[in-house]
């Protein structure tokens, strides 16, 4: 049950920036998603950290075993990727690059 003491942290916070922060302040700017979202995952991390930091507690990613590190990260990336896609759609972010 481990797992699941980061799983949730990171998906409240995932859940919050794209329901609530990013509409406010990065609107459909993806220079501006991308800035906020590495706050976001810091804030996951640093959770994370005090929590686990020091401690050999494994965490099981189905394949393998890992660390806090590396399940924070990989666990953010992946439930991550539904909310940004939807995002992109709903706010009409473009991918072209501004010169």
Partial sequence: MAEFSILAPVLIIIAGSYLSI??????NSLDKIALYDVGCYAFA??????????????????L??????????ISYAVLEIPFFIW??????VSFEIKE
């Fill in 22 to 27: 990013f509409p406010k302040i990065a609107g």
């Fill in 45 to 62: 991390l640093i959770l994370s950290g005090y929590k686990y930091w020091g401690t050999a507690a494994d965490f099981n990613l189905l």
């Fill in 64 to 73: 393998f075993n890992t660390n806090w590190f590396w399940f924070t990260v």
């Fill in 87 to 92: 995002y992109c759609k709903k706010h009409n």
